[in-house]
T-cell receptor, first 111, second 114 residues
């Protein structure tokens, strides 16, 4: 499948700081999704993006579908301790059935 | 996790035994995906099924692994003669045909092969 390069691999920040992570690829995609996974649980959908250039917010989270269709970013504003977890980007290639996943960004937030 | 159910949540098997993992999709969803996650890794696609049909099994190992989604009942991922390398978290996701492509995941089954 088409590889998604997710960065950074991990982040260690203080409560109240803003966070930014992104995924890039050499391939184009029709859909970008951002998930959060807590230890021992399945991924939970945070934001879904379906059109190039689309910018969508969900509370303190904002994500954008890159205009080239090859990248996406996720921002978290004013982080809080419960934001701790692993964040995954996922994308659906054209005419494909299954999502490709990035390797995740591990976020740690200190009070 | 939006109503996708998986069981068991944890499964321990000895090498050579069989593992059966079950997934019940969200109500109204007729498409099921299985993914495998190794420690420190993202999810890797294994197989995509509709009711009574395997649509895409390109991510599934050719031997020992099989999947089904019968007309009635849950989807089953079956691993025969398990080996230590099969130890992983296995996630099921579902979505509803005709909607924008958004997959909702179950809580996963953690398989440990001793």
């Amino acid at each position: 499948g088409q590889q998604l390069n997710q960065s950074p691999q991990s982040m260690f920040i203080q409560e109240g700081e803003d966070v930014s992570m992104n995924c890039t690829s050499s391939s184009i995609f029709n859909t970008w999704l951002w998930y959060k996974q807590d230890p021992g649980e399945g991924p939970v959908l945070l934001i879904a993006l379906y059109k190039a250039g689309e910018l969508t917010s969900n509370g303190r989270l904002t994500a954008q579908f890159g205009i080239t269709r090859k990248d996406s970013f996720l921002n978290i504003s004013a982080s809080i301790p419960s934001d701790v977890g692993i964040y995954f980007c996922a994308a659906l290639p054209p005419a494909a059935d299954a999502l490709n996943f990035g390797k995740g960004t591990s976020l740690l937030v200190t009070p | 996790n939006a109503g996708v159910m998986q069981n068991p949540r944890h499964l321990v098997r000895r090498r050579g035994q069989e593992a059966r993992l079950r997934c019940s999709p969200m109500k109204g969803h007729s498409h099921v995906y299985w993914y495998r996650q190794l420690p420190e890794e993202g999810l890797k696609f294994m197989v995509y099924l509709q009711k009574e049909n395997i649509i895409d099994e390109s991510g599934m190992p050719k031997e020992r692994f099989s999947a089904e989604f019968p007309k009635e009942g849950p989807s089953i991922l079956r691993i025969q003669q398990v080996v230590r390398g099969d130890s992983a978290a296995y996630f099921c996701a579902s979505w509803r045909s005709g909607y924008q492509e958004t997959q909702y995941f179950g809580p996963g089954t953690r398989l440990l092969v001793l």
